[in-house]
């Protein structure tokens, strides 16, 4: 094969004047490349673009200077037009600047064959087009923040009505769970008081215990709601101490047994063992009373409800078993949300948030919250705390 020097100088003498003078001067980067892809000649431009001295450029190819991602697109061009599939190609590709650095070049490439011969060499036009390439990246990214902005914005709509609608629902709920109470304490007043009246002494303090029944559910109803408050404002307080859960569980049972007389609770604990905690006393029978009040609401009259307090792997677990309905797969991840009720058998009371203060409770000491349930088999609410020293126990 001629060497470059040769193919130019075969020219008329003006013509291979002119053509140096045009390679040397354009404001364009130009080479001349082996179908090897090895560098022949180079002008200036092409140095300035890359930062290659040009006499280190002529012991390199070009592709060792092209950017790792963008070498297999350069060579598959390279080797469709040595295969003759196109006489000319352009091309916008990434090449490696000596200081470490890329620059974007948008190349013309043209092969150079003798008549019926094999190819000489590649001539290749290069511009930089760095800049335009940015701004191009740069509009992108802008249109995909834009995007981004605006289905923020959608979902914080859609979040915003989604939270109205709960509020609209639950302040629906709120004002009939209070109104019910607070109609039945007003009417039990009234009737006691004219039992008292009419001499029935037993009667109307009957009718007085049903009136303190209903000022108890009332009270629990605005506990539920002053203590999400005080959760939501991070001013929820609890009085830790040493104490023994065996206790808590079993008292808080005596009350719910009190409460409900017809029921059957059966209650299993440690025997002769204290299981002690530092905790919040009451706190902890609020959890325990909550998951006794669903259990007896949602399981048949004559069916037992069953308490069990064990130790195992170094805590504490209290569980609450029922022969209820039992609670759909589907929703037992959602009944520790607040506001969240289940509806069973068309029956649902309260605001939907004894669960979810419940585990936010067992939470701030350390512990879990968990249940097991199956449809038609009833359910298991439980909860875990980390034991203390059994000398902490006053």
Not at 276 to 298: E, K
Request: charged share 25%; aromatic share 8%.
């Amino acid at each position: 094969m001629d060497s470059l020097d040769s193919v130019i100088h075969n020219e008329p003498k003006e013509l291979g004047w002119l053509l140096d003078a045009m390679f040397e001067q354009v404001v364009i980067g130009m080479a001349y490349v082996t179908p090897s892809g090895k560098l022949l000649r180079v002008n200036q431009r092409l140095s300035n673009m890359l930062g290659y001295p040009r006499e280190e450029m002529l012991h390199r190819t070009l592709l060792a200077m092209t950017h790792p991602e963008d070498e297999a697109i350069a060579y598959e061009y390279y080797q469709r037009m040595l295969n003759g599939e196109f006489q000319t190609y352009a091309l916008e590709i990434r090449y490696l600047r000596r200081d470490g650095s890329y620059i974007w070049l948008h190349q013309t490439t043209a092969l150079l064959r003798e008549p019926g011969g094999p190819p000489h060499y590649f001539i290749i036009i290069f511009e930089d087009v760095t800049e335009r390439r940015k701004m191009e990246e740069e509009r992108v990214q802008l249109l995909a923040r834009e995007q981004e902005a605006r289905a923020q914005a959608q979902a914080n709509e859609m979040a915003l009505r989604k939270v109205n609608q709960s509020m609209d629902e639950f302040f629906a709920i709120a004002s009939h769970e209070m109104s019910n109470p607070i109609t039945a304490i007003k009417g039990y007043i009234q009737l006691a008081e004219y039992r008292l009246r009419s001499g029935s002494l037993v009667e109307g303090l009957e009718i007085l215990r049903q009136a303190d029944y209903q000022c108890n559910r009332l009270s629990r109803l605005v506990g539920d709601l002053l203590d999400v408050s005080r959760a939501r404002q991070g001013k929820m307080i609890m009085r830790f101490s040493p104490c023994d859960l065996a206790t808590i569980v079993q008292r808080t049972v005596e009350e719910q047994q009190v409460s409900a007389p017809e029921r059957s609770i059966r209650l299993s604990l440690p025997a002769h063992k204290a299981v002690p905690i530092v905790a919040d006393a009451d706190r902890i029978g609020q959890v325990l009373t909550n998951y006794l009040s669903n259990a007896l609401r949602y399981s048949p009259q004559e069916a037992p409800v069953v308490v069990s307090l064990c130790v195992e792997s170094g805590k504490a677990r209290v569980t609450v078993h029922d022969e209820g309905p039992g609670i759909p797969f589907e929703q037992q991840e959602l009944i520790w949300e607040r506001f969240h009720q289940v509806d069973l058998f068309n029956f649902s009371s309260g605001l939907g948030l004894g669960l979810y203060i419940s585990k936010m409770i067992i939470g701030m000491h350390q512990g879990s919250v968990g249940l097991e349930s199956a449809p038609g088999l009833g359910s298991t609410f439980y909860f875990t705390l980390p034991l203390a020293d059994a000398s902490d126990i006053e």
